[in-house]
């Protein structure tokens, strides 16, 4: 069974917050595919490799097991639940429809102004990221940009949706910029464009590049 590195977390941490940061280490673990599908978990290692009893941990695989991040077994203890081909098509698929819904109400209602420097802002972190060749950096800028279009359009519904969806797609984006790392330039050309087409305020022009951005994850598959 795979252990998940050290936190430096005592008994002296009170129990909550010991729940709390194994639950946000494994899970990390698991969204940047440290853990892929099917690791097994041992709780007992996980208790003597953070330094913690086994109630805070425990607590930690039951929250990770209800977001189906895991999957708890009397036997083999927490099992990695992989995303399968067909779950990872309908995250996509929704993600796409969020966002493009967004952006044609941020450019209908005339928000673009006050997103783009924004977005500028964020593209200039991505170049630095594909510059060091630094994954963690890109993925969590990446997401950045998306959730900024989406936040913009101050649609609450879709906020809420994208935040259901945040751990499954930064899954993916990890999954595809370790297998295929030339996406890392490619994604930042494409969140060029993305900015430029909110720009110029071409909603059809941001769904066309969006769907063709969203089907370079596909090919993680």
Avoid: W
Wanted: include cysteine.
């Amino acid at each position: 069974m795979q252990g998940v590195g050290s936190l430096g977390v005592s008994d002296t941490t009170p129990e909550g917050s010991a729940a709390d940061r194994a639950y946000e280490h494994v899970k990390r673990a698991i969204v940047r595919g440290d853990l892929p599908g099917g690791t097994a978990i041992s709780e007992n290692a996980l208790c003597r490799e953070i330094g913690v009893s086994r109630t805070p941990v425990h607590e930690a695989f039951l929250r990770l097991a209800a977001e189906e991040l895991i999957v708890l077994g009397a036997r083999r203890g927490a099992v990695v639940r992989p995303m399968s081909p067909n779950e990872a098509t309908d995250v996509l698929e929704m993600r796409e429809a969020i966002e493009s819904t967004a952006a044609t109400r941020v450019i209908a209602d005339g928000r673009v102004p006050e997103l783009v420097p924004g977005l500028q802002a964020l593209l200039a972190e991505q170049e630095a990221a594909v510059t060091a060749g630094d994954v963690d950096r890109f993925v969590e800028s990446d997401a950045a940009f998306h959730g900024a279009v989406i936040a913009a359009s101050r649609n609450a519904i879709a906020v809420l949706f994208a935040r259901t969806l945040r751990d499954r797609q930064q899954r993916l984006r990890h999954q595809l910029m370790r297998l295929q790392p030339e996406q890392l330039q490619a994604s930042l050309d494409d969140h060029r464009v993305l900015a430029a087409a909110l720009a110029a305020g071409d909603a059809a022009r941001y769904t066309e590049v969006l769907r063709a951005h969203v089907a370079s994850h596909r090919g993680a598959l």
